[in-house]
Nanobody, 122 residues
Framework: VQLQASGGGLVQAGGSLRLSCEAS????????VAWFRQAPGQERDFVAT???????IYADSVKGRFTISRDSAENTVTLQLNSLKPEDTAVYYC?????????????????WGRGTQVTVSS
């Protein structure tokens, strides 16, 4: 499975962005998909995941502001980022989990895409 993340950019605090993760070589509906983010000098952190059964889990820091969803027809997973804050600035990565269940950990995912930069100015 190859993943391509897109949709990042520069936005002012309070603004919105929509990130997309497109898969090739696999079908998203067969996998759990997650978004992680990594700020400069920081570890890569869990943001959100959508399971095979379309259940969703969010990090506390983004709950109520970010929404993860899956478009099976387009074979994409999107992350809608609303009410952005400067601390949301990071490179955002999408990842796929081929095993049953969900995970908030990097080790729980088998395939990773290149990241997309999100920068939120104050």
């Amino acid at each position: 499975v190859q993943l391509q993340a897109s949709g990042g950019g520069l936005v002012q605090a309070g603004g919105s962005l929509r990130l997309s993760c497109e898969a090739s070589g696999g079908t998203f509906s067969n996998y759990g998909v997650a978004w992680f983010r990594q700020a400069p000098g920081q570890e890569r952190d869990f943001v959100a995941t959508i399971t095979r059964s379309a259940g969703t889990i969010y990090a506390d820091s983004v709950k109520g502001r970010f929404t993860i969803s899956r478009d099976s027809a387009e074979n994409t997973v999107t992350l809608q980022l609303n009410s952005l804050k400067p601390e949301d600035t990071a490179v955002y990565y999408c990842a796929v989990r081929s095993r049953i269940g969900s995970s908030r950990f990097i080790s729980g995912y088998d395939y990773w895409g290149r990241g997309t930069q999100v920068t939120v100015s104050s």
